[in-house]
Structure formats: C-alpha cells, structure tokens
C-alpha cells in the first residue's frame, strides 16, 4: 500500500507544475480504469466545474476515463480540453480558486498542461505543492495536494485524493494540530502539539476558495453519491467550516466496481481518507514566496509539531 488514491487498482494520477514567471498553478489529471461510473458532489456558494452534470445522481453516473482537478478558477477549466484530447474522450473537471497568487492574474492553466497531467499518470502521487494544490492555500497557511487510502480487507480498497484550498481552517489552533490528525493511521500524523503555538497565523483579504478532490474504490455500491457524499462529510472533518459562500468544495466519486463490501464500511473509511488526504496536503505543502505574498506552510508555523510528519512527498 502507498497509502494513495492508486492504491485503488487501475487508479492512475498525474501532475503538471507551473512554478515562475508569475505563475503559481497546476493540474491534476486523475484516471480511472474502463469501466469505471463515477458521479460528483458540489456543495458551496463558488463552484467553478465542467461536464458535471453529465455525471448527475439521479441517473446513476456515468462511465468516464478520469476527473481534471486543476487550478485557476473558470480559466484553467481550459485544462480539462488537453486532457480530454490526450484521452480521446471528454473529462469532468472542478477548479479552485488560486489566480495572481504566482504575480499575474494570468498564470492559469492551459490545455496543454491537461495533457501533461494526462501523460505524467501512474501509480506513485506526489503531494504538496504540485499539480492542483501547487497555487492552494488554506485560509492563512499554504495548501497543497494530498491522498490517502485504506484497506478493508478482502481486496477492497478506499482512496483519495484532495486539494486543500478551503477558507475554513484545517488547523485546531488550541493545539496545533490538524483537525482531521485525530483519524490518522498508527504514526501516519504528528500525535501532539509542540510548543509553537503562540505565533498569530498571517491574514488575507478575500482568499476565495474551494476544495477539490477524487473518492474511489473498487467496491460494488448500491448508491455511488453515498461515496461523494462521505468524502464531502471527511472534508468538514478537515476543515472548519466547510462548503462555505466563498468555497465550490466538489467530490468526484469514482467506483470500479469489482469488489463486494458492506457499504457502510466504505462510506466510513470514505469519511476518513478523504479527511486523511487533507491533512497530507497540509502538511506537505511548502512555503513559497512570490509577487503576492509569502504563502506560509504549515512546516513554517509549526516547525516543532511538523517535525514529526516524514519530510518525503509521498507518506
């Protein structure tokens, strides 16, 4: 187990960085085995998404190859055309909000870095600040992109993967901790505070938001919303609040469908991971300093409770 959304069999995933030249953005392009239904859940008063009603509940889903996550806004929706030529079928995609943060409202991504994330895909996910997390902040810290799973036996796996970019925050300043820590595997997260609490968080005006992710597995679900439903609980989890007026918090679910398993069970370790895979984004994304600001990570704030996450990009 990597402990990533492709410990989901067939899962592939892939990441195009733009970093520079007034640019701070990125794609990531998300691949599903054929087969694959998927659905998505968009809650929020921001949602800037593509092709989502094709995946409508009330019809069930709809097979598709992947889902575009990518940076910004309405703009880099443009990301899911690349992505959709390399694949040679359209793509749903969501974005979140990350324009200027590089130093030019401009900086957004193309179809050309659809297509790159779509030709990167395979089975090791990096984390932080790549791909549709390398813009992403959360509230007064750095974001990032993050994934996480989990084995429930028999062969059936839950996974995700998730771009923290939330106006709430992820962070529980009477400890230090992350919010979602508490729902960590045995040594997965920092398991206490240090004593680097009494730093007040920067502070910016109007961030504009919107968390984006994948839920996928490979069981067999009576109801695939159930499972993007789950993942959007995993996020208010996470992060607090949640599927505010400034966020388009929205959740591609994703199931292979191969495996038999209750469905409570999946849907509570969707819960978990998805909240996992948050925490991993925050902890892993880095400090960058650019025209806009510097964008403070969480490593940079908490020096003394990071020490205990592993440096490495991928859990």
């Known amino acids: 187990m990597r402990n990533a959304i492709t410990d989901v069999p067939g899962v592939l995933v892939g990441h195009a960085t733009r970093i520079g030249g007034g640019a701070l953005t990125g794609t990531t392009a998300v691949l599903f085995p054929p087969g694959t239904r998927s659905t998505v859940d968009v809650r929020g008063g921001g949602p800037a998404t593509r092709d989502t009603a094709a995946l409508d509940a009330r019809y069930g889903g709809r097979v598709v190859r992947g889902a575009v996550l ?34 030019e409202f401009g900086g957004y991504p193309t179809a050309e870095l659809g297509a790159e994330a779509v030709r990167a895909a395979g089975t090791e996910v990096a984390q932080g600040n790549v791909g549709a997390g390398t813009g992403a902040l959360n509230a007064a810290l750095k974001g990032g992109i993050g994934t996480a799973s989990a084995d429930l036996g028999g062969g059936v796996v839950v996974g995700a993967v998730a771009a ?37 968080l920067p502070a910016f005006e109007h961030p504009f938001n919107t968390v984006i992710g994948v839920i996928a597995t490979n069981a067999r679900l009576p109801a695939l919303f159930a499972l993007a439903n789950a993942a959007q609980d995993g996020l208010a989890l996470a992060v607090r609040p949640a599927h505010g007026l400034p966020d388009g918090d929205t959740v591609f679910a994703a199931s292979t469908g191969t495996h038999d398993a209750p469905a409570e069970a999946v849907l509570t370790a969707a819960r978990q991971v998805f909240a996992r895979a948050l925490v991993h984004g925050l902890l892993s994304a880095e400090s960058v300093t650019t025209p806009w600001g510097h964008l403070t990570s969480y490593r940079e704030h908490y020096p003394r409770t990071a020490a205990g996450y592993p440096t490495r990009r991928a859990f």
Do not use: H, I, K, Q
């Not at 899911?80 to 359209?90: F, I």
């Not at 962070?171 to 398991?191: I, N, R, S």
């Open 164 to 200: 923290l970019n939330a106006a709430g925050l992820a962070v529980d300043l009477a400890t230090g901790l992350p919010f979602g820590a508490a729902l960590g595997l045995a040594g997965e997260f920092p398991a206490r505070g240090g004593d680097d609490l009494d730093r007040p």
């Open 70 to 103: 990518t940076g910004g806004s309405a703009y880099g929706l443009a990301a899911a055309d690349g992505a959709a030529r390399e694949l040679d079928e359209p793509v749903p995609a969501a974005a979140l909000f990350d324009l200027g943060r590089g130093g």
